[in-house]
C-alpha cells in the first residue's frame, strides 16, 4: 500500500491544486484521500486501488467545492473578503518540463508561459471537465475507470472530455504549432 500511496501522490496533488488553487487544500484533499483509501480498501486486491482512489479523490474534492460554496456564502453575509490562493507549488512535472536539454533563456521563458497558460486554462475548466481531462490524460484512465472514479456514465466522461480538449486547444492555440 506504501508503494501505491507514494506512485500516486504527486500526481493527485497536482489534480487538487489545480481544482483549488491552494496548497494547503491540496495536501488536505490527499491526505484525505489516503486515509480513506487505507481504512476502506487496503484489503481490496492491488488492482482495485488506482481507480478507487481516484473516485475517492473526486469525491473529496466535490466536497471541498460544497464547503467553499458554504463558507464563501457566510463570507458575502458577514462582509468578509474571501481568502487569496496560494502561489503556484515549485517541484511540480509541469513546472519544470522544458522542451530540450538547454533551451536557453528564450526557450526556458516560453515553456514558462506555456506551462502558466495551461495552469490557468485548467483551473478556468468547469470541474466536471477538468476531473475528466486530468484523469483521462494525466492518469491514463480508461473511459470506464474515468467514469467509476467520478460516479457518472462513460458518455457524460466522453462529453467532458471532449469539452475540455476543445476549451483547451482554444485556450492554449497561441502556445503550440
Known sequence: ??????????????????????REDALDIVQDAMLRLVKTYAGRPEAEWGPLFQRIVQSVIRDWYRRTQVRNRWRQWLGLARESADD???GDPLETTIASPDPGPDGR???????????????????RQHQAFLLRQWEGLSVAETAAAMGISAGSVKTHYSRAVQTLRDKLEDHWP
Do not use: C, K
Not at 1 to 14: I, S
Not at 109 to 127: F, G, K, M, T
Open 88 to 90: 503556484a507549488p515549485g
Open 1 to 22: 500500500m506504501d508503494r501505491f500511496l507514494a506512485g500516486v501522490e504527486r500526481r493527485a496533488y497536482r489534480m487538487a491544486w489545480i481544482a483549488t488553487s491552494s
Open 109 to 127: 521563458l516560453a515553456s514558462r508561459h506555456a506551462i502558466d497558460a495551461l495552469d490557468a486554462a485548467l483551473q478556468a475548466l468547469p470541474l
